[in-house]
């Protein structure tokens, strides 16, 4: 059962265009949603998480939007450029006696000069 | 580069066999999240050890099991390998067991079952 859906499965974007990757959950006992970038021969790494009071957190070039009621999230990465080519995951997770994160399955984004 | 660092990086297994994969976890975090990640998909929460105990597991069976050390180091062991078991293996440390989120990723261990 697949909790956390992403799309597209790939993604190709001119250098300085806008990169977006969709994302949609279905448990609404999630409390987190992040976003990890993963390099090829190395680990995910945390790029950007909001809470679902917050409609939308941008850190720099990288914007996450929230819409709580239709229970879907995106990234969107403004002025894209060669070393933003990488597979980006989104997650979510919930809370209590532990923290728990589900990942989509990512997007392999290629951002071409 | 995080400081959490797995060993080894590639093995090649036969299935039936068992196998050890270690991770040394970020200096003062108590919490290891262990995740298998299959070609072309995301990682799968295998489970969670904190301070030496398992603190929650993912849909995996008994055979995929773990230990954590008094320095926080940690152990995934899956005993009668199959073939669908050849993965991306990693291992994930946090400062808590409620932060799995802010977790810092090793480099994972590329699992090969023939």
């Known amino acids: 059962q697949q909790q956390v859906k992403q799309s597209p499965q790939s993604l190709i974007v001119q250098k300085g265009g806008i990169s977006i990757i969709n994302c949609a959950y279905e448990?609404?006992?999630?409390?987190?949603f992040p976003w990890y970038q993963q390099f090829p021969g190395k680990g995910p790494a945390l790029l950007i998480a909001i809470r679902p009071d917050v409609s939308e957190k941008k850190e720099g070039r990288f914007t996450i939007s929230f819409n709580k009621s239709a229970k879907q999230f995106s990234l969107h990465i403004m002025d894209s450029q060669p070393g933003d080519s990488a597979t980006y995951f989104c997650a979510a997770a919930s809370s209590g006696g532990y923290q728990k994160v589900t990942f989509g399955t990512g997007t392999k984004l290629q951002v071409i000069p | 580069e995080t400081g959490v660092t797995q060993s080894p990086t590639h093995l090649i297994k036969t299935r039936g066999q068992q196998v050890t994969l270690r991770c040394s976890s970020q200096s003062g975090h108590n919490t290891v999240s262990w995740y298998q990640q299959a070609l072309g998909q995301g990682p799968q929460f295998i489970f969670q050890?904190?301070?030496?105990?398992?603190?929650g597991r993912g849909n995996f069976p008994p055979r995929f099991s773990g230990l954590q050390f008094p320095n926080y180091s940690s152990e995934l062991n899956v005993n009668a390998l199959e073939l669908d078991d050849s993965a991306l293996y990693l291992c994930a440390s946090s400062l808590t067991r409620t932060g799995a989120v802010e977790a810092f990723f090793g480099q994972g261990t590329r699992l090969t079952v023939v």
């Open positions: 448990n609404t006992a999630f409390d987190y």
């Open positions: 050890y904190y301070r030496e105990e398992e603190n």
